[in-house]
């Protein structure tokens, strides 16, 4: 084995984590694997020998790489519905698959996601380095050219608003998947009242069905449950999937996924619907981890 191919060896040790790192900085998997790649590129040009710790030195490339990323889609966009849902991972109802283990550890769901979308660039990683992966501030201070104390405060910032706006979900796989049951059968049904009843009082659904429409919001059980018939239509071939680690269905027609739903399920009622129906980047996902 040469030096190129041992450091390439060395890298792929780090992949599932750097991929990892910069999908919760982003959102999107196509992005995040374009920032691995570039973490790798930067790393080919480096001299090895003076990098103590890889790991550490490929996760605060990630972190750079993901945050001019995060700059640069900050500045072409005004309104915060004007960023696409996230990117949703797709694993058996039944459990996680091995490769996307990395991808879930310690995620709380999709609407964590979402509620990493409206923090700033910095905060975003401040939050996401620290509290997630822990580095230390003294490396994140570094990445955004502050001090350690405002990187610190960045993060505390950040964490506030994502207490304050990500509820914290049940726990209990079998007990997420009852509830999601019991909305899909009144959704089937049509029974306003029972979806009403499903629903906690400040519900929020967020679908996207691509960019020709842009990101939609409801809040309030009453307007979610007068989207029944959204619900319905992906109904009758709804599959139960864990969706970013979260119970959630995955509406399939003709062998092609139609549009992806995960819950948010918080004392016994769906605090949160996040829909994904963008043809495009629904006809990218690889619905044989299903099966």
């Known amino acids: 084995m040469d030096e190129r191919d041992y450091l390439a060896d060395r890298f792929e040790r780090h992949r599932g984590h750097l991929r990892a790192v910069a999908y919760r900085m982003l959102g999107s998997l196509a992005e995040a694997d374009d920032a691995v ?3 790798w590129l930067r790393l080919a040009k480096s001299d090895p020998s003076g990098i103590d710790n890889l790991g550490g030195w490929l996760t605060t490339v990630v972190g750079r790489v993901c945050l001019d990323m995060l700059r640069s889609r900050t500045s072409r966009r005004e309104d915060p519905l004007d960023e696409p849902l996230p990117d949703p991972i797709l694993d058996p109802a039944s459990g996680v698959d091995p490769e996307h283990e990395a991808l879930m550890a310690d995620s709380v769901g999709l609407a964590l996601q979402v509620v990493l979308q409206s923090l700033s660039p910095a905060e975003r990683l401040a939050f996401v380095l620290h509290d997630t992966f822990a580095v230390p501030f003294d490396d994140i201070a570094a990445i955004i050219g502050r001090s350690p104390a405002a990187a610190r405060q960045l993060a505390s910032r950040a964490r506030r608003r994502v207490r304050g706006a990500a509820p914290v979900p049940e726990p209990d796989p079998v007990r997420q998947r009852e509830v999601v049951d019991a909305f899909l059968a009144a959704a089937r049904g049509g029974d306003f009242d029972a979806l009403v009843a499903v629903l906690a009082p400040d519900v929020v659904l967020r679908a996207d069905p691509g960019p020709a429409v842009g990101r939609i919001e409801l809040r309030g059980a009453k307007a979610v449950a ?7 239509s ?6 139960p999937a864990l969706v970013n680690g979260a119970a959630g269905v995955v509406g399939i027609v003709n062998g092609r996924a139609r549009s992806v739903l995960s819950f948010t399920v918080v004392n016994g009622r769906v605090a949160a619907v996040d829909i994904l129906a963008d043809p495009d980047r629904l006809a990218a996902l690889d619905l044989t981890v299903l099966d």
């Open 234 to 239: 992906a109904g009758g071939d709804a599959r």
């Open 37 to 39: 790649q570039e973490a």
């Open 226 to 232: 007068g989207q029944a018939l959204l619900f319905r």
